[in-house]
């Protein structure tokens, strides 16, 4: 033997322990599964719905008595949704098509832990980043599996830019920016933190970090925080979020960085944060240390999973994020294993619970619309007005199961309910024409200084329908002084008029409502909601519900 590779397995005896019982299970495990199984013998595929929990439409992994105790660490989904790529104990990544389940290829390219797995934009290829110390970002072809290229810079988290040419690489003690496109490789280091701090997670575009904050001391007792750092438009802000006497151990952002989600050390209870209101909850419902946190991609629901531990069972939730209650436990796994990591379908329609233990290292995956709603299919009965003015009050309820149900109605019903509701939605917002907001745009740059003040104290008052038309411009302008004023115009408080809880949920809900719709009259409700709410929060979420659909629409005709 290799005295280099002899002494390595004498660093790690437990290593070849591992690896000798592997091998022994491995002749002797054999799980059944359908005959729709994969080829893999440590993640065979069962998609049989006799041999399914209620609600799953697949199991990836080993459920028995005896496992090969791989476990699913990790799970991401491309953004396209076709295809799945899965990250296991034994460091190799494997990658299956969503729909058929089939194994496309597998790849092992990691000395140790991988620590991140990420799609391309395209979903063409994907990459895998090993540990900080490791230095190694590998890229492969989704479909092969065969290595593209790799670049010497390790990280414990990793987000592609929308556009594909940059990566972001959370480090322990700092924040990077790899540029992938044109020749020169660069390097551009966005944040640095103190020895003391050490990086938590990352949001989904990779331009907002946590990290750790020790607090003085108090009575004794050191007091840990969590410091948020996000980066826009060239600038950086800081916030901090005060914590508990346990070191927090990871957070996870939801899509549009207004939800945070974070866990701490043996702390059973998982923390949910709204920034936008600084507002946190404590969600106590575990019994036992809480490891898996995420968000759907919409961020109207997540996940949180707990260990087992001193014989209690392991416990997984479906939550709703607008009234944080849990709506869904999820029972499909051996509660005697630890249920370690979720992941949720860019389209919202499916959710990921993810286990590693003795009995067993599997993952599940469910169909979210079932659990959530049931039946979504358009109903033939005719609804009363009476019906319809009921759907409407029951948007707005602080019991998520009744605004739900009403949302399911809402679907079930929509070519007559939009209809009836589309006065009340109407008169609730200011419409603007954007080209109009387009026209002054262009005169921000016009000869006459007459003009351009004019243009810009118009701009100011249409703040907030104007908001994705001037982030637009301030990207794409070559003119100093267009960038210049609508950098001014964006310093402008956005307006946020006065509105009720109950008020905001019911717009909420009925934004989700015409998405899930996705008709001509819901999406024309919608458009409406984006470009005129006074609220610019509801704008923008109307905004973000049109971007998910168009996105959908550009996929299915591709798929075509």
Not at 20 to 42: H, I
Not at 136 to 163: L, P
Not at 240 to 267: C, H
Request: charged share 30%.
């Amino acid at each position: 033997m290799d005295l280099q590779i002899k002494s390595q397995f004498l660093k790690r005896p437990h290593y070849v322990l591992a690896s000798c019982l592997m091998v022994v299970l491995s002749w002797t495990v054999a799980p059944t599964v359908s005959a729709q199984q994969g080829t893999d013998r440590f993640f065979p595929v069962v998609t049989d719905k006799d041999k399914l929990p209620k609600f799953a439409i697949a199991r990836l992994g080993q459920k028995s008595q005896r496992t090969l105790y791989m476990g699913v660490y990790n799970v991401r989904f491309s953004r396209d949704g076709k295809y799945l790529a899965i990250k296991a104990r034994d460091h190799i990544v494997r990658i299956f098509e969503m729909g058929t389940f089939k194994k496309l290829c597998e790849v092992d390219g990691h000395d140790n832990s991988v620590t991140s797995v990420e799609f391309s934009p395209d979903g063409k290829t994907f990459l895998t980043a090993g540990k900080s110390d490791e230095e190694r970002i590998i890229f492969w072809e989704t479909e092969t599996g065969k290595e593209v290229k790799r670049i010497a810079f390790g990280a414990d988290a990793v987000r592609y830019s929308d556009d594909g040419q940059y990566l972001y690489a959370l480090r322990s003690n700092r924040l990077d920016r790899e540029l992938l496109t044109g020749g020169e490789r660069t390097t551009k280091q966005l944040a640095k933190w103190s020895r003391s701090e050490f990086g938590l997670g990352m949001s989904p575009k990779g331009n907002t970090v946590a990290t750790s904050s020790q607090r003085a001391i108090r009575s004794g007792r050191r007091y840990s925080g969590i410091s948020i750092r996000s980066f826009i438009d060239g600038a950086t802000h800081s916030t901090m979020i005060t914590g508990l006497s346990a070191n927090p151990k990871k957070v996870t952002f939801s899509a549009d960085d207004r939800w945070i989600l974070a866990r701490y050390d043996q702390e059973r209870r998982p923390y949910l944060w709204d920034r936008k209101r600084s507002k946190k909850m404590a969600l106590d419902v575990h019994e036992n240390p809480v490891l898996g946190l995420g968000f759907s991609t919409d961020s109207r629901f997540f996940v949180t999973m707990s260990s087992a531990k001193d014989k209690s069972e392991s416990t997984a939730y479906l939550w709703d994020t607008i009234t944080a209650t849990n709506i869904h436990k999820f029972t499909g796994h051996d509660f005697t294993s630890n249920l370690v990591a979720c992941g949720f379908s860019p389209d919202g329609r499916y959710v990921t619970t993810c286990a590693s233990g003795r009995r067993d290292s599997s993952m599940l995956i469910w169909d979210l619309n079932q659990i959530v709603f049931g039946d979504l299919t358009l109903s033939t009965k005719k609804i009363e007005s009476n019906d319809i003015e009921e759907i409407w009050k029951e948007l707005g309820s602080s019991t998520a199961a009744t605004s739900l149900n009403a949302v399911k109605e809402f679907v079930r019903h929509h070519p007559t309910v939009v209809k009836h509701v589309s006065k009340r939605i109407n008169d609730t917002t200011n419409i603007v024409d954007q080209t109009k907001i387009a026209e002054y745009i262009l005169q921000l740059n016009d000869k006459s200084y007459d003009v351009r003040h004019r243009a810009t104290e118009k701009l100011r008052k249409l703040r907030n329908a104007a908001e994705a038309a001037l982030r637009k411009a301030l990207k794409e302008t070559k003119s100093v002084e267009t960038r210049y004023r609508v950098t001014s115009i964006l310093k402008t408080p956005l307006g946020k008029p006065k509105i009720n809880a109950e008020q905001y949920r019911r717009f909420q809900r009925a934004i989700h409502a015409l998405e899930l719709s996705a008709s001509p009259p819901a999406n024309q409700l919608l458009q409406n909601l984006a470009d005129g709410h006074p609220h610019i929060d509801l704008a923008n979420e109307a905004r973000d519900a049109l971007e998910r659909i168009r996105y959908q629409e550009t996929l299915n005709k591709k798929n075509d």
